[in-house]
């Protein structure tokens, strides 16, 4: 049998839960890894990501129904959304990607109350069976090491400017 360590997730486990929204200013986001603030919605890091580069783009406001966002919430989360494709794509040259909201706890939503889009970039061989066997992730670069390598390239994307 193989071992897999990931030291990293103890911390989580063992770690007290804080109430609040991981998604707002105003509670327990961690703006470290914060990629891009906009107006309206901002990209962050999957600190738990499915796989290497995973991001997600939320709005600002509190909302947990699509159905609820204002014109320029939507605008801004869909602009923002093609704007990590860019990035990963010139940062980490995947071969495809998986979009996608989880909207609802039935649908796999983590955090269920606070509307949220996951960019993840795919590569053909990325997963194996372990995921499903062995109910193990493996995530195959540190966290802060792929801000290091994705921050420069959002950069070059300032706000109002187009992917």
């Known amino acids: 049998m193989k071992s897999l360590y ?5 911390e989580y486990i063992r770690g007290e839960k804080v109430d609040g929204c991981i998604f707002c200013k105003d509670s327990i ?5 914060v990629l891009h ?28 129904n699509i159905e609820e966002l204002r014109l320029e919430e939507h605008c801004e989360m869909f602009d923002l959304t093609a704007r990590c494709v860019k990035v990963l794509k ?42 499903v066997f062995g109910e193990v992730r493996v995530v195959s670069e540190d966290l802060m090491k792929t801000k290091e390598a994705l921050l420069p390239h959002f950069r070059k994307y300032e706000e109002g400017v187009r992917p």
């Open 37 to 64: 603030d906009g107006r309206h919605a901002f990209i962050i890091m999957n600190r738990y990501p499915y796989i290497t580069g995973h991001l997600m783009v939320a709005p600002h406001r509190h909302v947990h």
């Open 6 to 10: 990931a030291p990293w997730r103890m």
């Open 90 to 131: 010139e940062a980490m040259n995947p071969q495809g990607f998986n979009l996608g909201m989880n909207l609802g706890r039935a649908a796999g939503a983590g955090v269920e109350d606070h509307l949220h889009m996951h960019i993840v970039p795919r590569w053909v061989g990325d997963t194996n069976a372990l995921s």
């Open 29 to 33: 986001r961690d703006n470290g890894f």
